[in-house]
């Protein structure tokens, strides 16, 4: 089936996902662009972004990318800039970019705390410094920020992790109450996902612990894609504010 037979309200709508090379992001621009939308793609590794551009387009749909790293101001606002050089506007702003080098407190990593804050936190604040003016002057736009199940509960060797996404569930909010001329937001919180984060975690007891966790929990993040759907899907005047979605195994 081509992207032009599947319709929806997403249909036409202008997304950029930064974060988009792998996992979540990915899975999401496929699935968006399955519905019609068109997708401005943003991430540090360009070859993948690049490679799906071209799976989105041979499929019959819509996408461009950029390089992006959210941890500069100039990251997100280039990706935003080039929804509006390309399309002439931006319905929705996914800011998805995320990393987890958890470890304990006691192995002092404080670079890789560091780097969580940067990408996890900062990022999203970045991305919504660059789409803001964007939605306040078009009077509508809708900003989708990743959070965690983490967010909820929290556990050994996550807590500076948590930390982050706890507090992208406590700007969503206040960004939530803050809002109006038609701007939405939705926080999402996965759970365990088949994603490349475990990759950079460095601590090797606990890699073997999330490796093993992933392996018999993880949900495949084509779940996520769909719940990001779901919210984007509604009409004007119904806001999606959090969806959790983890494995049903998943304490």
Known sequence: ????????????????????????????ALLLAARGARLVLG????????????????????????????TEREGPKRLVELAQTRFGRLDVLVNNAGVAPISPLEELRADEWELMVDVNFKGVLNGIAAALPVFRAQRSGHIVNT????????????????????????????????????????????GYTRTELGDGVTSPAVKAQTGASMESLAISPDAIARAIAFALEQPADVEVGELIVRPTAQS
């Open 1 to 28: 089936m081509s992207v032009t037979d599947m319709r929806s309200d997403i249909t036409g709508k202008v997304v950029a996902i930064a974060g988009a090379s792998s996992g979540i992001g990915e899975a999401t």
């Open 43 to 70: 991430a540090r590794r360009v070859d993948r972004l690049e490679a799906l551009v071209e799976r989105i387009e041979r499929a019959g749909g819509e996408a461009v990318c950029a390089a992006v790293d959210v």
């Open 147 to 190: 959070s965690s199940t983490a967010a909820h509960r929290i556990v050994p060797n996550q807590s500076v992790y948590a930390a982050t996404k706890t507090a992208v569930r406590v700007l969503s909010e206040g960004l939530r109450q803050e809002a109006r001329d038609g701007l939405r937001v939705t926080v999402i919180s996965p």
